[in-house]
């Protein structure tokens, strides 16, 4: 009838007005409270599985187990963990305080119980912005099927969450030899702490001895030979046996599992000179494990070392998104931040993160950001307080630093040519605050003669490790780019035949005042 035409009429018009008024109401809303109502990405944090065994020295295989579920997620589908250093630095807090600490929008806890070959696995996977518990489980298992369980557990999760799963969820779960699985937790716990690299090896060559299909032993025994590698070229030993070991077990993992990130990272890093090889590594290893934040870490150092900077920042924030608590990627953060002028978000970050990481790390981190934003008088008196486990072979630099940012603070040109004299014979220690102090003293002669002299080691191989051709690309250091020797240097380390070949230009070129323009030199090189 027309009457009640007009009565439903009148209900939509009256329930249009009220439709607009909320959209009014939102609108009107603060944009803080708007954020915080729209759905957050998922950000996962494993937390450290409680270990239900008495003692600890049981730990190592809930703490592996808490690992290997973190590479379960990485593996079957692209959402977002923590990494679990970060959740491991958290280990005694409650989860609020983890959440906020690590940004997570979800919590992935619980407990594991081991008697002999047989275990009792509870997990549960809290929604913290809605306070709840999405999903829970209690598995009973033995060692022998955690592969099996890692891979469900991490499955279940991604479905709770709605992700979308990879081709790898779809890949049945190997089955590892209960010893061996437990030789392999032991040396990756060791790995993870960085103690013992010798002992970690020595876990997983049982490991692989034991289970020779064992694809993420083989990258993890590869990832330990790599860190030795490291270790031996600081020391000035002979790093050529462990390169080989390395390379071995890397190849040997991507055999096993061609999607294996950890095995690509390694061979990237321990690639000698040739540039664009490591950079398809890099390529291959991120499409496996694309939130893998040790691969990103090491892709950042990378791109640096090439004159990427920007993709370079992009990448260690990406990581530290994941990974706000590891001292590498907080101590990289940071730097990358401060000497691109963010200093803001740089001191941010280095206020939260040094907590998390050791006396000399913090101590260190904090000069790096004074060096960067030139606070001279604050950089003089953060050096005159050294940390008391600080080796005495850094000493004569941080002195030498302390000296020279008095110096510049007071404007003391007298003493300016002296203070060249002796960062040019300095040789222990971080060289950026020699290529620093030089540049800006005018040197630009001497601080890339410090550039080369660190480059030349890298013909040893471990190409990430030990290259300092970065400093050569510091955004804050554009006049050591115009002195014609840099040139000559890019050219000399294949720098320019990188950029054609890959056709990925450094940040510079774009620079005023360039003496050259890098695509013309790039391709006159060629001919």
């Not at 692209?78 to 958290?90: E, G, H, K, Q």
């Not at 407990?111 to 809605?130: F, K, N, P």
């Not at 089955?175 to 103690?195: K, M």
């Not at 893998?292 to 070392?305: A, D, R, Y």
């Amino acid at each position: 009838t027309r009457i009640n035409r007009s009565l439903v009429l009148a209900g939509l018009a009256v329930l249009l007005v009220a439709l607009i008024g909320v959209g009014f109401a939102w609108i009107l809303r603060p944009q803080s409270q708007q954020a915080s109502l729209a759905r957050r990405e998922p950000l996962i944090a494993v937390l450290p599985f409680r270990n239900l065994n008495a003692g600890a020295a049981s730990q190592y295989f809930s703490d592996g187990i808490t690992q290997e579920i973190v590479d379960a997620l990485l593996q079957v589908t692209d959402i977002r963990v923590a990494a679990p250093a970060s959740s491991f630095a958290l280990r005694n807090v409650g989860a609020a305080h983890t959440a906020k600490a690590l940004a997570a929008t979800h919590l992935l806890g619980g407990s594991v119980e081991r008697h002999g070959s047989d275990l009792r696995v509870v997990a549960q996977l809290t929604d913290m912005d809605g306070n709840r518990v999405v999903w829970s489980r209690i598995y009973r298992t033995t060692v022998a099927q955690t592969p099996s369980l890692q891979h469900h557990i991490a499955v279940q999760v991604a479905n709770a969450l709605d992700m979308r799963l990879s081709r790898q969820s779809l890949k049945e779960a190997v089955h590892i030899d209960p010893v061996a699985y437990d030789h392999y937790l032991r040396g990756r716990d060791l790995f993870r702490q960085r103690r013992s690299p010798s002992m970690a090896a020595e876990e997983l060559e049982t490991a692989v001895h034991l289970a020779p299909a064992f694809a993420r032993a083989w990258s993890t025994l590869a990832a330990v030979r790599y860190l030795e590698t490291a270790w031996d070229l600081e020391t000035g030993q002979n790093s050529t046996p462990m390169l080989n070991e390395a390379r071995s077990a890397a190849n040997r993992a991507l055999v096993l599992d061609p999607n294996n990130g950890e095995a690509f990272g390694v061979l990237a890093v321990i690639s000698q000179g040739n540039w664009l090889a490591v950079d398809h590594l890099f390529e291959r290893g991120l499409r496996a494990e694309p939130n893998n934040t040790q691969l990103l870490n090491w892709h950042h150092t990378f791109l640096g070392s090439v004159g990427r900077q920007r993709e370079a920042g992009d990448e260690i924030e990406r990581a530290y998104e994941m990974d706000r608590l590891n001292p590498a990627i907080v101590y990289n953060t940071v730097t990358s931040l401060a000497e691109r002028g963010a200093f803001e978000r740089a001191r941010q970050i280095l206020e939260v993160g040094s907590e998390y990481c050791s006396p000399e790390v913090a101590f260190e981190l904090r000069a790096q950001y004074l060096l960067a934003t030139r606070d001279w008088r604050g950089l003089a008196r953060h050096l005159n307080v050294l940390p008391p486990s600080l080796s005495q072979e850094f000493v004569p630099l941080y002195r030498l630093a302390a000296e020279t940012s008095l110096a510049l603070d007071h404007n003391n040109t007298s003493e300016f040519a002296r203070l060249r004299t002796r960062w040019r014979a300095i040789r222990s220690g971080d060289r950026i605050y020699g290529v620093t102090f030089l540049t800006l003293f005018g040197d630009t002669k001497g601080a890339l003669g410090i550039i080369e002299t660190a480059f030349a080691p890298s013909k040893q191989g471990n190409i990430i490790a030990i290259t300092e051709s970065y400093a050569l690309f510091l955004t804050n250091l554009p006049a050591l780019r115009r002195d014609p020797a840099a040139r000559v240097l890019m050219a000399k380390w294949g720098l320019f035949d990188y950029w054609r070949a890959s056709n990925h230009w450094p940040d510079f070129c774009d620079e005023p005042g360039l003496p050259f323009d890098c695509k013309a030199e790039a391709y006159r090189l060629k001919t």
